[in-house]
């Protein structure tokens, strides 16, 4: 067994798709690959599936009097859960965030379901080394009800009556449109990502961690006004990226890379072994985040830019210098 | 570009690119030096071809830069499962897939002599038996159908289970494959059930996203097979000569460890021939090849659990534990969150107050650079670090004078 295999492959994919349908165009192929296909399908797959004279085409298909195509298989093909995805499914229901989908007599029953599926690994097989050890409570009833409540509500564009506790310690209460869940794997945490509405209107982007909330209340209202995801995420980017520049020192270059690889980059110049020019975009609401992380690569990388954020970093060092100067070691 | 596929038959060799153009981005097409420049061609097409608008390229004095950039927060579905999408077959492989999963459509179970039969009959194509008959072994290994026996032949039926209806009879199924199908440990098999089902992940959104480590579950499923049967395993790695520890060692495999922060994963195995835990970096592991049994594993593995105590990160260094002790500053009233960073991400460390917004964090680890390079993450809140590795604690403070003369201050 191996998730590297054809069964599993975009052409096989397309292929199903296609003779699920009783009738279709050469056309209607065409547009199928380009749609759901990789860039370069559409000079290699349509001649496999089109009949060719030469009959190098795969037989899949034949033409019908009217001049279309029509499966040459009796029967719509069905998708089968394959053994993998059984073992990976049964995997899952030993992670406690199972529990936050899955109602308990629905967990056992599917349990039940799966007895003689060896689960694809198990959690023991892995260790995070630098989890947060402060993540969310998931077996709280409390916190899975809340959790549901947001997941339906998502579904179905339902405004929520959200109360919670700020990361400032104040308690806060207000109508809501959720967007995402979003999930931490270093803090082990999920949060709300919403928009916060104003006499019906959208206020302002916001973002709620879920273990925080205390109540929330349906509304039976939905929004009725197109919302962008993408938009929310456009207004929470930094204005301005911070530029680094990045040494080979202590594989400095390696490192840094592979830390910040969740980021949206750009290279500026580079020389084969030596230092290197990074911009790096970021939430604006994380800044504090990414700044210590900068920090933690010490002199083996430099803040360039921008000049607040630049001065942040500074100011912490200066701080730093000072307590150590302070301190002086014996 | 003559014979061009965009479909590959080996993951290896596009693993290797993928990480390259993704994590880096700054190399030129004269950098890859691995095997010849149409190879770089045919893997750079291949790339492109998967991740489309994810492709971007860049002009540097050495040539023209390729990578791979997403901003992996905002993004609904990793982008990089598309490789695992494109394993080349045969013709016969896909017509074989379609016509017995067609011949056994009504549930029914067929002999092999009869599904043969059937598919001449059906489809007007032969195939020799003994290709049917492999298909089939094939298609009940993957649990596509199952086997059974009529009178003394074999017979063969398609699984029940099927997935529409499989995430049909269980409520909250369909959701929690869309969540898990982003996280790691797999997420890739959790893509593939949602694409059977014609489904696709609008719920969720992850931080600290490393969606590159999907490269890396191509390899895991060899290592955890061994770990089960407490059997040792041979790296190879792709750069052996970035690895201390000599390509293809004989390991006995403890643990996948999983850093959430670097972004780095390793597998942490125990090394007979210099008698210490190891930990190699997955994504430098070209394959695992599973070996005998270790019939020392559970004595190891003891060890092991015990050794984890001073595990700070990754490292086991020489065995030696070494002890850190770190003094930081926090106004209680005002700066609680430090207080609170500090009690969830000291690990194995001991946290007291010691006096009036000072806290004292000792840490016994076997490698004191890896807290140290945690540490520095709290810089401008750090009285004073002592502790038995002279050279670790030096190196902070060399640091520090460091990084004050890099930002404009005079050092002392």
């Known amino acids: 067994m191996n998730i590297f295999h054809e069964i599993y492959s975009t052409y096989f994919r397309v292929a199903s798709e296609i003779l699920k349908l009783p009738h279709i165009t050469e056309k209607s192929i065409h547009k199928m690959i380009e749609k759901e296909s990789f860039r370069d399908s559409a000079l290699f797959l349509p ?103 947001i997941l339906n509500a998502l579904k179905s564009h339902e405004i929520l009556e959200i109360t919670f506790i700020s ?63 993408d938009e929310y995420f456009r207004k929470r980017k930094c204005i301005n990226p911070v530029t680094i520049c990045v040494t080979e020192e202590r594989n400095a270059k390696e490192r840094f890379f592979m830390e910040f690889a969740p980021y949206e980059k750009c290279t500026l110049s580079d020389s084969e072994d030596e230092k290197c020019i990074v911009k790096i975009w970021y939430d604006y609401q994380e800044e504090t985040e990414l700044l210590i992380r900068l920090l933690s690569f010490g002199p083996v990388i430099e803040i360039l830019e921008p000049p607040e954020f630049r001065c942040q970093a500074k ?16 | 570009m003559g014979g061009f596929s965009e479909l590959i038959k080996s993951f290896d060799k596009t693993r290797d690119y993928i990480r390259d153009f993704f994590i880096y981005g700054l190399k030129v097409r004269n950098d890859f030096d691995r095997k010849s420049l149409r190879t770089y061609d045919d893997e750079k097409r291949r790339i492109e071809s998967w991740f489309g608008d994810y492709v971007k390229y860049d002009r540097s004095e050495r040539g023209q830069k390729v990578s791979i950039t997403v901003d992996s927060g905002t993004v609904s579905e990793n982008p990089l499962y598309k490789a695992y999408r494109s394993k080349s077959f045969t013709d016969n492989d896909i017509k074989l897939h379609f016509f017995i999963i067609d011949v056994l459509h009504n549930g ?92 696709k992940n609008n719920l969720f959104v992850m931080k600290h996203n490393y969606i590159v480590h999907t490269l890396e579950d191509i390899i895991i499923p060899e290592i955890i097979s061994a770990i089960e049967q407490k059997k040792y395993i041979s790296i190879i790695s792709f750069k052996a000569k970035n690895n201390k520890i000599n ?62 105590n001073y595990c700070f990160g990754v490292s086991f260094g020489s065995g030696k534990i070494e002890t850190t002790v770190i003094v930081f500053f926090a106004d209680e009233k005002c700066e609680k969150f430090v207080i609170d960073r500090l009690k969830r991400e000291k690990r194995n460390g001991v946290l007291e107050k010691i006096d009036d917004n000072l806290f004292r964090l000792t840490v016994k680890a076997f490698d004191s650079f ?36 890099m930002y404009g201050g005079e050092e002392q």
Not at chain 2, 146 to 171: I, M, P, Q, W
Not at chain 2, 371 to 396: E, H, L, P
Request: with cysteine.
């Open chain 1, 47 to 149: 001649q496999k599936l089109i009949p060719q004279n030469d009959c190098s085409d795969w037989g899949l298909l034949k033409k019908d009097s009217s001049g279309g195509l029509v499966p040459i298989i009796k029967n719509k093909p069905i998708e089968i859960l394959t053994e993998i995805q059984k073992q990976w499914i049964k995997s899952k229901l030993d992670d406690p965030k199972i529990k936050l989908f899955l109602e308990n007599d629905t967990l056992v029953s599917l349990k039940k379901r799966l007895e003689n599926v060896k689960p694809f690994y198990r959690s023991e097989h892995f260790r995070y080394t630098d989890r947060f050890s402060d993540g969310d409570d998931f077996r709280d009833e409390l916190y899975q009800k809340n959790f549901r409540k």
């Open chain 1, 167 to 229: 990361g400032r310690n104040k308690r806060i209460s207000g109508k809501y449109i959720p967007l995402k869940i979003q999930y931490s794997a270093k803090n082990d945490r999920f949060r709300l990502f919403c928009f916060s509405l104003k006499d019906g209107e959208v206020f302002h982007s916001g973002v709620i961690n879920i273990g925080r909330i205390e109540r929330i209340e349906n509304t039976n209202e939905n929004y009725e006004k197109d919302i962008s995801t």
């Open chain 1, 315 to 330: 100011e912490r060092i200066k701080r730093q210098y000072d307590l150590l100067n302070k301190n002086r070691r014996p």
């Open chain 2, 108 to 199: 029914e179970s067929l002999t092999l002599k009869e599904i043969v039969s059937d598919i001449d009959k059906n489809y007007n194509e032969i195939f020799d038996v003994q290709t049917i008959r492999n298909k089939l072994k094939e298609y009940v290994k993957e649990g596509i159908i199952t086997s059974g026996k009529k009178g003394k032949a074999s017979c063969f039926r398609l699984s029940t289970d099927r997935v529409n209806e499989f995430l049909h009879d269980y409520d909250g199924l369909a959701d929690a494959i869309k969540f898990f199908s982003e996280t790691q440990k797999f997420g890739i098999v959790g893509n593939s059930i949602l694409e059977s089902a014609r489904l």
């Open chain 2, 247 to 308: 390509n293809n060692n004989q390991v006995i495999p403890m643990k996948i460890f999983s850093s959430v922060q670097t972004g780095r994963r390793y597998i942490v195995g125990y090394i007979p021939a210099v008698k210490c835990f190891h930990s190699f970096r997955l994504d430098f592991i070209k394959s695992v090849r599973t070996g005998d049994i270790c019939d020392e594993y559970d004595s190891i593995y003891e060890k092991f659990s015990h050794d984890l």
């Open chain 2, 370 to 405: 890896e807290v140290m390079q945690w540490v520095k993450s709290f810089t401008g809140r750090i009285i004073s670090v002592t502790g038995d590795n002279k050279y670790a604690i030096d190196r902070f403070y060399n640091d520090i004078s460091k990084m004050y003369s």
